[in-house]
């Protein structure tokens, strides 16, 4: 057993002795689980030499036979594309333990036991080597959220939680269907095998065949993204989850079938890839353009930054759809950014609510004058999010952007305007909440943080400031693997020039 197999069972152990504990004491789960989730967190950050020393290969791996007939392995592995998403895992799950200490009080055992498996479900799908043990984990990670929206969630949680399942299956049902006609096709599940075997042209699709199989795995982690039109179930989710499921939803989940798309679709299906491009680059930019208007009128502060994540999230895409080094380095170091980011806003947002009781915009306003700190936090993470520099989504945007103006220049000036909307209805939400007179609600039960705020804000600040600085500290590694990715796409050799274009953005 290596150091991810120990990962992967830290969770899962974790919710099963959770589960054990006595409901009676919530306290005691609550330490538990905010002590596992920080063990596991402490396992992830020692991937990062080994993966580092090698970041274009696996560089620790397990490959054992789980069933024999059909041919299901447990195969995993991690990698620099997969590396970072890990520890983003494991990172946010203590603060999602701390920003829910005080807010969950009502069947405080199973919502550890959850948030628990949850983390178990993104960590498999970031290591799965073996595309039915992709699926499983992606259906594992499911089910928790499902849970942790339709128990712990706002009025319309029922409504919310079903539809989230729905559109979530429906993709899940598409892919299973893919995965198991490549199976009957070669005898094996297993990714890297699968690769092999097409670059030895031992398996080659046909072209109807490729577009179909590429067709139902990008509609599976197009839902997943979301992807402009098949966004819709990503406000209710947002409105309607307990801020630990917001974080976990737009931080971590997200970032599955982004993560999907360079992991699986482009590598397998590389010609399908590139012939669709045109009208997924199109999808792309219509969802940044779209989420940034419709965040614009939003009434409610947790709609507005979700709707915020289908620009955010169209930013990925296009980066991903570029086939350039450039666009897919900003594409993987923005699902990073927007990890960090989105979810500090979700927080702050949260402990707004935990005061007012109220999510509505109107029901605010002079926030910054009886809570300074909590507005100080709010805004920088504002800043962030709209992509000002020396903050983190700035590199990820214009990386994005330099991708896309490499492969055609409308696509970055169209896309820009996204960044020129994000700064409209950000700004606006902070003049409105945190400016002018306070109303007395405001006045008398909005404070400044406290310490266990404090505690989960702060890293997450660090984090925006830090990846601002200093993107090298993660970009080497990305950059390492999308090129064997952007070789399995174009059948060449690969430039190694993203880290002088990265150098020109600090």
């Given at each position: ?6 990962l ?8 099963l ?18 002590f ?40 995993v ?37 959850f ?18 043990l ?26 919310a ?66 992807l ?193 909307l ?61 090129r ?23």
């Amino acid at each position: 057993m290596n150091l991810l197999d120990i990962l992967l069972l830290i969770p899962a152990a974790g919710a099963l002795i959770t589960a054990a504990l006595p409901s009676s004491n919530p306290g005691l789960l609550r330490k538990f689980t905010l002590f596992v989730s920080l063990i596991a967190f402490l396992l992830s950050l020692a991937l990062i030499a080994p993966v580092n020393a090698a970041p274009d290969r696996y560089a620790i791996e397990t490959n054992v036979v789980w069933i024999e007939h059909p041919a299901i392995r447990y195969h995993v592995g991690v990698d620099g594309l997969s590396l970072w998403l890990i520890i983003l895992s494991t990172f946010l799950t203590p603060i999602c333990v701390l920003v829910s200490w005080k807010h969950i009080e009502d069947r405080v055992k199973e919502f550890h036991v959850f948030l628990l498996f949850l983390l178990f479900g993104v960590i498999g799908v970031f290591v799965a080597l073996d595309l039915f043990l992709f699926f499983v984990f992606w259906e594992v990670s499911l089910v928790p959220m499902y849970f942790l929206i339709g128990i712990w969630g706002h009025d319309r949680r029922i409504y919310a939680a079903v539809k989230f399942f729905l559109y979530t299956m429906a993709g899940s049902a598409l892919m299973l269907a893919a995965m198991i006609w490549i199976y009957n096709r070669t005898g094996t599940f297993d990714l890297p095998l699968l690769l092999d075997m097409l670059a030895t042209r031992q398996l080659v699709f046909g072209a109807s065949e490729a577009f179909w199989l590429f067709l139902a795995f990008f509609i599976a982690f197009a839902i997943k993204v979301p992807l402009f039109p098949l966004h819709t179930w990503l406000p209710d989710a947002h409105g309607e989850a307990p801020t630990a499921g917001s974080v976990m939803l737009a931080s971590v989940l997200l970032k599955l079938g982004t993560y999907g798309l360079v992991r699986i679709s482009l590598p397998m299906f590389p010609d399908a890839a590139r012939e669709n491009a045109p009208w997924i680059i199109a999808l792309a930019i219509a969802g940044i353009i779209y989420g940034a208007l419709v965040a614009m009128v939003q009434p409610n502060m947790k709609r507005l930054v979700a709707y915020s994540s289908v620009s955010h999230l169209g930013f990925v895409v296009l980066g991903i759809f570029t086939f350039t080094q450039v666009g897919l380095d900003g594409a993987v170091y923005q699902m990073l950014n927007h990890g960090i980011s989105t979810g500090a806003l979700f927080i702050l947002v949260g402990l707004l609510y935990e005061r007012r009781h109220s999510l509505e915009i109107a029901d605010y306003g002079g926030v910054g004058g009886v809570a300074p700190w909590l507005s100080t936090a709010f805004v920088i993470t504002s800043l962030a999010s709209i992509g000002l520099p020396l903050l983190n989504n700035f590199v990820g945007e214009f990386l994005v952007l330099q991708g896309a103006a490499q492969a055609k220049f409308l696509y970055a000036v169209l896309a820009g305007t996204g960044v020129i909307l994000s700064a409209v209805y950000m700004l606006w939400l902070v003049q409105r909440a945190f400016y002018g007179p306070a109303p007395d609600a405001v006045k008398h039960h909005v404070t400044d943080m406290n310490g266990r705020e404090w505690a989960l804000v702060l890293p997450l600040v660090v984090m925006m400031v830090w990846m601002g600085v200093g993107p090298q500290s993660f970009l080497p590694a990305i950059s390492a693997q999308n090129r064997q990715v952007l070789e399995l796409v174009s059948g060449e050799p690969q430039i190694e020039k993203s880290a002088q274009e990265v150098a020109h953005v600090r």
